[in-house]
Every structure is written in C-alpha cells, then in structure tokens.
C-alpha cells in the first residue's frame, strides 16, 4: 500500500489529466463510430468520407510515431547532424508516394494494397503473399512500438510494464474493434494535432532563448556535446556508405510498402482527393521534422550538463526521453506533463492503425477473398475482422512481454525495409509494367520478404546482440540494399521467362489496369484472377 501511495505521489497530475482526457474523447468518437460501421467499407475506409485534410493529419499521426518523437530527437541528441538521415529518409518517401503510387492505388483498390497487387493477377496466392508482407510489418512495427509504450509508461506514470502493455493492447482493440477506420482515423488526426503542437511549443522555446537563430543553437550545441563540431558533419551514426545507403533506401522506399499508411488512400471519395491527403501530410511532416532537428539540438545545450536529467554522463531514461526531458527544463511541470501524454497517446493511435491494417490483411484478404472466394458477406467479413482484431491485441500484448528487455529498435527498421522489398517492388511493377505476371508477382514478393528479414537476423543487431554469437554474417545492418533489387530482379526474372497460359492472361489485362490507374475508368471488377 505504501508503494502504490509513493508512486501516486510520485505521478505528474498533468500527464494523468491529458492522457486521460484523450483517452476518454477517442472512446466517445468510438463509440460514435461504431454506429457509423454498418459495411466492410465503412469499417476498411470510413466509408471513403473522410476529407483530404482529415486524411492529411491522420496519415501524419499514423507516420509520426513514438520511434519519430522520441527517437529520432534522441538520435541528434546523440550524434548531431547523422540523426537527420532517418527524418530526411521519412520524408523523401512521400513525394514518390504521391507522384507514383498514390493515384492509381486510390483507382485500383478497395481497401488495402493487396486489392492493387491482385488485380490482374491470379488473386489467391498473390493475396496470400501480400497478407504474409503486410502481417510481417505490421508485427515488426507493433513489438517495436508495444515495448516502447510499456517503457514510456513505466517511466512517466508509474505502472508495472505489464500493466501498461495490457492497457495499450486493451485501448487498440477498442479503437478498431468497435469503431474500424473511422475510429482510428479521429485518433490519430487528435494525436497529430497535439503533436504538432507540443513539438511546435518545444521548438519555440529552445528559439525563443536565442533570439531564433538557428545558428546560436548550433554553436551553443557544439560547446557543449562531446564530440564537438563533429556533430555538424555526417559520419557519427553510420559508418560505412554501404548502411546508409541502405538504411536511405528502406526508409525511402519503405514509406510506400507501410500497409498501414497504404490504407488511409482509401478513405477519400477519389484519387484526387488521395493525393491532396499525401499533399498535406508531406507539409506537417516536413515541418515536424524540421522542429525534431531543433529539439535534438536545444536537448545538447539544455540537458548534456544538467545534473537534474544527466546521472554520471547518461541522460536518465535512455535518449528516447530527449524531448519529454526538454519539455521539463524549458516549460516546468505542465510542459513535462502534456508531452509526456502526447507521447504516450502517439503510440496509442500508432498501434490502433497497425492493428487495423493486420486485421484487415487477415479478414478482407485470407478470409474474404481466398478461403471463402466470393461466397463472403459483409456481416461474416466484419465478424473476422473483429476476431483478428482481438487476436492481434492479444498476440501483441504477449510480444510486447516477451520483448520487454530487449532493445526492439531494429525492428522499425526491419519493417520498412519488408514495405521497401516485399510491397513496394509489387506494387510498383503491378502497375508500370506491362510484361510482368503472377508467377513474377509471387516470386518478387516471397524473395524480398525473405531476404530482408533473413539478412536482418545475420546481422550484428540479431546475431551478436540477441543470439551472443561473436560476430555477424551479413556484415551490415540494414538490409534493403540488397534485399529490395534482389525483389525487382526475381519479379523481371519470373515474368520474362513465363510462357504459361496464365502468363497470357496477365499481360493481356495491362491495358485494361493501366488505363483505370490513371483514370479511375475501366471495368468495375478484376481481371480475370481467379
């Protein structure tokens, strides 16, 4: 009893009141959606009602997630300029998602990007290898972003890491369960405004201290950080071309493969509509990025020397608490308190979006379209949906157990460099190139999954880290290099060398697909894929 009192005390009033203030008005737009959710539509897209500007904020509350927040602050605090390959990586990928994918996704599918990949193709086992790429994202994301709210938690608030995590995994079933993407999408629009505003706040008052110069900042940084002005220059974090190319690619590429993000397209009338959402969401996300860099750097000059938040040379919790420490030096306990909450409540509406993307990968692919063909009914297909939705809150509940010491940060990057070899390279042929078949589908599509997560395990994150061997097989960490023109070569490969019957029906329907991609006009059903 006495311990549960001194960790009351011990509890920011501020952080308790914001964090459970936006918990209870997402459960009050759950539980108005859910009288909304009649169809599959409305439960996979909102019903295709949400504006461009709704889908901008949600597709950046779905994109800025605790490892953008906490982690990428906690990168520059630690290596300076380097940190910024990961947001520069982030960003660079919307503008070819916009220019290349966004338009005729929006055209071709229903709900998720399997519709797209299976529309010209033998849709059963294409489907099954999109679902297999989608759930090995999704999983990757969710472990990477459970352990980090258990952390978080356990940290701001007080709660066993347990607790925490069946609280996170609670909440996410409830946002998709009941309220399906219109539920998810106010979450995460909520989560994005708030975040914008709290690192907008941060921002401001690191600025603010030097007359708003960007300059000042930097010197001051640079006084201070261990590694002097080598923190202005490249090199810190990655240390050979070879990874940074490779972990720029993953995060470029993979921003196109996120099946999660994929989804939001589908929540706007048209495709119009679908690249003004990407338009906006390229804004805030630049934008926050540009205030992330300004965070890392006002966190060298703040907090480097300051005994309150720095324990013999390390910052107390681990430099993902970079930016939640820099909202207490510089705004006091209601600054510390509302970014603390913001934080917590960005991984909430993360995982409600991953979760819904899982579910929708096992219902609307598996269930609806390859055991059950066309004898499936909107009713039967929803009643899946929540079944897999509770699944996966349970599964990832114990993943995030499991993971508990462990350190998961490879496995956001693990689930962008799937999106960037075992999605993108499909979805981008599927659609540009007219010789390609399914037997090049499936072949691109299982040898980029494959390789990037086999490549992954070789490494030194898995291999030495977390199996103790003395040293890596696969000398680098990030795979996508190799893994993702491995995916292109087996797609070109299999085509070209495919003179099946099928093959002949693939490439006949090009014209067809091509012609809806660009003009969302064409046959109203798929082309002969079944």
């Not at 599509?445 to 003395?470: P, Q």
Request: aromatic share 12%; hydrophobic share 55%.
């Amino acid at each position: 009893m006495d311990g549960f009192l001194t960790t009351l005390g011990n509890l920011n009033g501020t952080a308790v009141f914001i964090f459970l203030a936006f918990v209870g008005v997402t459960l009050g737009i759950t539980h108005w959606a859910s009288a909304q959710m009649k169809t599959a539509k409305d439960a996979y897209s909102a019903g295709g009602a949400i504006t461009p500007l709704q889908n901008g904020l949600a597709i950046t509350g779905d994109y800025v997630s605790a490892a953008s927040f906490l982690g990428i602050s906690g990168m520059v605090y630690m290596s300076g300029f380097d940190g910024l390959i990961y947001a520069i990586g982030f960003l660079v990928g919307w503008p070819l998602v916009m220019a290349l994918i966004s338009e005729p996704l929006r055209n071709l599918g229903k709900y998720n990007f399997s519709d797209v990949a299976s529309y010209r193709f033998k849709a059963s086992p294409i489907r099954v290898m999109a679902s297999f790429g989608s759930l090995a994202t999704v999983f990757c994301y969710l472990i990477a972003q459970m352990v980090g709210a258990g952390k978080l938690i356990e940290v701001l608030f007080g709660l066993p890491y347990i607790s925490a995590i069946v609280i996170v995994g609670i909440l996410m079933m409830i946002y998709v369960m009941f309220g399906g993407m219109l539920a998810t999408t106010w979450v995460q629009l909520i989560k994005a405004v708030l975040v914008l505003f709290g690192a907008s706040t941060i921002a401001f008052l690191v600025l603010h201290h030097f007359n708003f110069s960007l300059d000042a900042v930097a010197v001051a940084a640079v006084d201070v950080h261990e590694k002097g002005a080598a923190i202005l220059a490249p090199g810190a974090l990655l240390k050979d071309p070879v990874s940074a190319i490779s972990l720029g690619m993953a995060l470029m590429f993979g921003t196109a493969g996120l099946p999660h993000i994929l989804m939001r397209f589908f929540t706007v009338r048209d495709a119009q509509a679908a690249k003004k959402s990407i338009f906006y969401a390229t804004g805030f996300i630049g934008f926050f990025y540009v205030l992330v860099f300004i965070i890392g750097f006002g966190a060298i000059v703040f907090l480097t020397k300051n005994p309150e938040f720095v324990k013999d040379g390390v910052l107390i919790g681990g430099s993902n608490m970079v930016a939640v420490h820099l909202a207490h030096a510089l705004g006091g306990n209601l600054l510390y308190g509302f970014v603390s909450a913001v934080a917590f409540s960005t991984i909430l509406a993360v995982v409600a979006g991953l979760t819904l993307a899982g579910a929708s990968a096992i219902s609307h692919d598996l269930y609806a379209n390859v055991f059950k063909h066309e004898g499936s009914n909107d009713a039967d297909e929803m009643k899946v949906m929540r079944i897999a939705t509770l699944s996966i809150s349970l599964i990832a509940i114990v993943l995030g157990i499991a993971f508990e010491k462990q350190n998961v940060a490879f496995m956001v990057g693990l689930a962008f460099a799937i999106g960037a070899s075992a999605n993108f390279p499909v979805i981008l042929t599927s659609i540009y190139w007219s010789r390609m078949t399914t037997r090049g589908a499936l072949a691109g599509g299982w040898v980029g999954l494959s390789v990037a997560v086999t490549l992954v395990v070789l490494s030194k994150t898995v291999w030495v880290n977390l199996f103790h061997y003395d040293a890596p097989i696969f000398p680098y960490e990030y795979p996508a290099l190799f893994s993702m023109p491995l995916a292109f070569l087996a797609i070109w490969f299999f085509s070209i060398t495919d003179n099946s019957e099928r093959a002949e029906i693939d490439r006949a329907g090009f014209d067809a697909q091509y012609v809806r991609s660009q003009t969302g006009i064409g046959a109203s059903s798929q082309v002969s894929n079944h």
